[in-house]
């Protein structure tokens, strides 16, 4: 990327990002900061419209900036909309099998669709390179000390909060935050688990950033779409939905 167009898309940003928290301050301040009631008329309406504005274009931000950072927007996955293997008929180049580490997950763009590609000896495995439970990278973060994990029992493990699932078929076997996990990783499994149930369990009116149904937080991985693989010439070719 030119050094141009990077100093272009965070200015954009940050103005972006400063006009929402504008507007949430204003709606903050207009909701509780009222003013003499006999001089000043009702702001309540004009709170809440400019707080559900704030908070919708910070919502908004995140689901654009989040791809920039190799991040997506925390929405769902759903297990019933996993595609069966007949359908993924659009073959996409994976490399060449002798690039892959045995055993190490790696995280492919492939027509641009996040794929988990896992070698286990002479055989390939593909699967959705975001986790089913927060859509996270399964592979972790470049550059940062979140890494892919060596498949286990013939598992992978997301190296955010533990989930676990079959690299073959993609079913979860180990849900996020066990009691294991989070005495392991103190930061990761310990305080975000509590975060998690916060967030969840606190009732919509009385939520600081209330989050609609369909977008919160779960503490629950669902079973993963996997995809075929066929090996040829030492190339792996991986199945997409067309
Ligand atoms: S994002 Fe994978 S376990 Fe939470």
């Not at 000043?40 to 004009?46: F, V, W």
């Not at 704030?54 to 996955?77: E, N, R």
């Not at 595609?83 to 060449?96: D, Q, V």
């Not at 939520?207 to 149904?213: L, S, T």
């Amino acid at each position: 990327m030119s050094p141009a167009l990077a100093v272009l898309g965070v200015s954009i940003l940050g103005t972006w990002g400063l006009a929402s928290i504008g507007m949430i301050a204003a709606g903050i301040i207009m909701l509780f900061f009222p003013g003499d009631p006999t001089t000043s008329s009702d702001n309540t309406l004009g709170g809440i419209l400019f707080l559900v504005l704030g908070l919708t274009s910070m919502g908004l931000m995140q689901v654009v900036v989040s791809p920039l950072l190799g991040l997506d927007a925390p929405v769902p996955f759903r297990a019933k909309d996993n595609k069966a293997h007949a359908k993924l008929t659009r073959w996409a180049k994976a490399g060449l099998v002798r690039d892959y580490t045995d055993g190490v997950p790696k995280e492919m763009r492939l027509r641009a669709q996040r794929v988990l590609v896992t070698r286990r000896g002479d055989d390939i495995y593909a699967m959705n390179a975001l986790c089913s439970h927060a859509r996270l990278p399964m592979a972790g973060l470049p550059g940062s000390p979140i890494k892919a994990m060596a498949i286990q029992d013939g598992c992978v493990t997301c190296p955010f909060h533990g989930a676990r699932f079959e690299v073959s078929s993609g079913k979860a076997v180990r849900q996020p935050f066990t009691s294991q996990w989070n005495n392991d990783h103190p930061l990761l499994g310990g305080i975000q688990s509590k975060l998690w149930n916060l967030i969840q369990f606190i009732p919509m009116p009385y939520q600081a950033f209330p989050v609609p149904k369909f977008a919160r937080p779960s503490m629950n991985a669902e079973d993963m779409q996997t995809y075929p693989v066929k090996v040829e010439d030492g190339e792996i070719l991986v199945g997409l939905p067309r």
